[in-house]
T-cell receptor, first 114, second 110 residues
Framework: DTEVTQTPKHLVMGMTNKKSLKCEQH?????MYWYKQKAKKPPELMFV???????INESVPSRFSPECPNSSLLNLHLHALQPEDSALYLC?????????????FGPGTRLLVL | GQQVMQIPQYQHVQEGEDFTTYCNSS?????IQWYKQRPGGHPVFLIQ?????EVKKQKRLTFQFGEAKKNSSLHITATQTTDVGTYFC??????????FGTGTRLQVFP
């Protein structure tokens, strides 16, 4: 099973809302990633978790809060977002956080902030 | 910071024509990966190149890694409508982070 699942598929939220994005993989991968992708742009790395610990935070605003409850789950908590945060949020996983590891992407959550 | 540029940005071809996208880095890459993203979809891993001058083939797709490990290319022979999508190269330098190229959007007309 090389599948990464993400919920919800679509999310519309106001700037005062609190919501969470969820990601799950059952491939036994020890590294999980959050990316943000704007239309017609490449994915941009936000966070990396390795062995359930945050290892990379790409200077992401604090209104985005990641959480890794266990080795299979990754959450992204959203609070007080801005309209410019509207994008496709992609979760990915890889065996390990090392160079050359293939990353498997989930289908993404399309977020619209009003 | 490191940037990976791809050209062309867009390419429209008639079905059956060949297509090539080029990926360029200003500094030496440790390795390079290629991903395909269909319209409305997510990136899907195609291949990884590690060695200088490496060439790999997958059916109609040919991938090359430059001798200096600063550039790479993806060539598709006899395109089909199923090849439509955006092709991203993604490289790593001396860290674990994958840096995505700017992407080339391919449209194939039947």
């Amino acid at each position: 099973d090389t599948e990464v699942t993400q919920t919800p598929k679509h999310l519309v939220m106001g700037m005062t809302n609190k919501k969470s994005l969820k990601c799950e993989q059952h491939m036994g991968h020890r590294a999980m990633y959050w990316y943000k992708q704007k239309a017609k742009k490449p994915p941009e790395l936000m966070f990396v978790y390795s062995y359930e610990k945050l290892s990379i935070n790409e200077s992401v605003p604090s209104r985005f809060s990641p959480e890794c409850p266990n080795s299979s789950l990754l959450n992204l908590h959203l609070h007080a977002l801005q309209p410019e945060d509207s994008a496709l949020y992609l979760c990915a996983s890889s065996g390990y956080q090392t160079r050359g590891e293939t990353q498997y992407f989930g289908p993404g959550t399309r977020l619209l902030v009003l | 910071g490191q940037q990976v540029m791809q050209i062309p940005q867009y390419q429209h071809v008639q079905e059956g024509e060949d297509f090539t996208t080029y990926c360029n880095s200003s500094t030496t890459l440790s390795n390079i990966q290629w991903y395909k993203q269909r319209p409305g979809g997510h990136p899907v891993f195609l291949i990884q190149l590690v060695k200088s001058g490496e060439v790999k083939k997958q059916k109609r797709l040919t991938f090359q890694f430059g001798e200096a490990k600063k550039n790479s290319s993806l060539h598709i022979t006899a395109t089909q409508t199923t090849d439509v999508g955006t092709y991203f190269c993604a490289g790593t330098y001396n860290t674990d982070k994958l840096i995505f190229g700017t992407g080339t959007r391919l449209q194939v007309f039947p």
